[in-house]
């Protein structure tokens, strides 16, 4: 076999078209598969030599010469065919090339349905341990923030209309809470992920008695997959891990929109450092959200994958087919986004300065206290929808006379309700209304900075 000639070119009469062969090539993409496809190639070499297939001398040459081949990729002193079509064929070639016809023989009991499938899983095997490093790493910025934040009030929203009064630190445990939720996801993905297909060779498995279980074991899998049509067909896995990434993505562009309305001059909550903002070549006041604007824009690209995936695996029938070749760049780019955008928010997020006093100014300007005056009226005897009813009135008084509640005087309030005393004030105030709600999962300060050191409990050191 020379390097250019198709390993499988036995049976052809005529050379591959030269658009087919572009077209159904995969090197150009799929070489990025290179490091995982010898690593598994070695361990196969090294199962071979156990059962008998391969003496020691022909083990060792094989994984010497892959050894050296991982070491000329390293150094981009490879040529990648594109006659040969992908990624394991071009290994394979260059292997037969530096150590001769031993190298033939690495092939024997596998084929490349379940040599791809196992290279795509230790590849995603790997990226998800480096995408969860990634995460917990943001959530360590996160948690930091938080408890820099752990007494500043800003409004809470819902219908993104000013609720009630909360903690700055509160809201960005919120995002840690996100983001806890999406590692446990990847790392559960992960047991499925971590199942081995070689062995399965094209689909039936191999009139070789392979020892699977070694096999496995070298290189890092759980077990081997148990049914041999089913590993080397389903993707089942990827789609998952596109799923995980996509709820990670999404959450990603929740905190991202709120970064951008906080940074606007509307709301001023929040300041990005310059270096994570651009400005405008026409608008010289100007300073872009752009990190996060782009985070936003990101999860377009990856929910997409997740859907190209779902696509690409809806209706094939059993086992391997062409299509599958069709994962590989979307599982790739969802890697790139995701990292990236961590990346980038975890770089961010510990220079983010809170503006407290406009945080603060909103919370007194948007009546975020009037549930702390229902809840005043019914510990004074009021049922809670006639209290509801008297700070409603309350509060069309203050919109009417463009002042919050606790701008209002004894008398005005008394007029609404005569059990009003002048211990009102007191949970008037934004502090008193936070540091009230101070049970398990709450917003006030001391909860925070519990939830904090929960927080930091179960992160990863590093
Ligand atoms: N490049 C192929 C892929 O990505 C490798 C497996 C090819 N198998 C085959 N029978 N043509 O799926």
Not at 248 to 264: C, G, N, P
Request: glycine share 6%; hydrophobic share 40%; proline share 3%.
């Amino acid at each position: 076999m020379s390097s250019e000639q198709k390993p499988w070119g036995g049976r052809f009469s005529e050379a591959t078209d030269a658009f087919v062969e572009a077209f159904t090539a995969s090197v150009e993409f799929d070489r990025r598969l290179a490091r995982h496809d010898i690593q598994g190639s070695i361990a196969h070499a090294q199962m071979l030599q156990r059962i008998g297939v391969l003496t020691e001398k022909e083990m060792h040459a094989i994984v010497r010469g892959l050894e050296d081949i991982a070491g000329d990729i390293d150094r981009g002193d490879f040529h990648w065919s594109l006659q040969l079509e992908d990624v394991h064929m071009n290994i394979e070639a260059r292997l037969v090339d530096r150590i001769g016809e031993t190298g033939k023989k690495l092939h024997t009991g596998r084929s490349r349905n379940d040599q791809v499938a196992t290279d795509l899983r230790l590849y995603l095997r790997e990226a998800v341990d480096l995408i969860c490093r990634d995460l917990a790493r943001l959530q360590r910025a996160l948690v930091d923030l938080a408890e820099r934040e752990a007494d500043t009030i800003m409004p809470g929203f819902t219908h993104l209309q000013t609720a009630q009064p909360i903690t700055f630190g509160h809201h960005l445990l919120a995002w840690y809470e996100m983001l806890a939720r999406d590692r446990e996801r990847l790392q559960d993905c992960r047991k499925r992920i971590n199942v081995m297909p070689l062995g399965a060779a094209a689909l039936a498995g191999s009139s070789f008695p392979l020892d699977r279980h070694c096999t496995a074991q070298l290189l890092g899998f759980d077990r081997p997959a148990a049914n041999s049509l089913d590993a080397v067909s389903d993707r089942d896995f990827a789609i998952e891990f596109a799923a995980c990434a996509s709820l990670l993505m999404m959450h990603l562009t929740r905190i991202a929109e709120e970064l951008v309305l906080w940074t606007s001059s509307q709301f001023a909550f929040v300041e990005l450092p310059d270096k994570f903002c651009t400005g405008s070549s026409i608008m010289p006041q100007k300073k872009n959200p752009d990190v996060p604007e782009l985070v936003r824009g990101k999860a377009g690209r990856v929910f997409g994958h997740l859907f190209g995936l779902l696509t690409l695996m809806k209706s094939q029938p059993l086992a391997y087919n062409k299509d599958n070749q069709e994962d590989k760049e979307p599982v790739f780019d969802t890697v790139d986004t995701l990292r990236a955008c961590l990346r980038a928010f975890a770089d961010m997020v510990p220079h983010i300065r809170a503006n407290r006093d406009e945080m603060r100014l909103a919370a007194s300007r948007g009546y975020a206290t009037a549930t702390d005056l229902a809840d005043y009226l019914v510990r004074k005897g009021l049922a809670f929808r006639d209290a509801h009813e008297v700070v409603g009135k309350a509060v069309r008084l203050g919109v009417e006379t463009r002042r919050d509640l606790a701008a209002l005087s004894l008398g005005e309030l008394q007029h609404f309700c005569e059990l009003i005393d002048d211990d009102v004030f007191a949970v008037l105030t934004l502090d008193g209304s936070v540091s009230a709600r101070d049970h398990f999962g709450g917003t006030a300060p001391i909860r925070v900075r519990e939830a904090v050191a929960e927080a930091r409990r179960h992160l990863p050191a590093d």
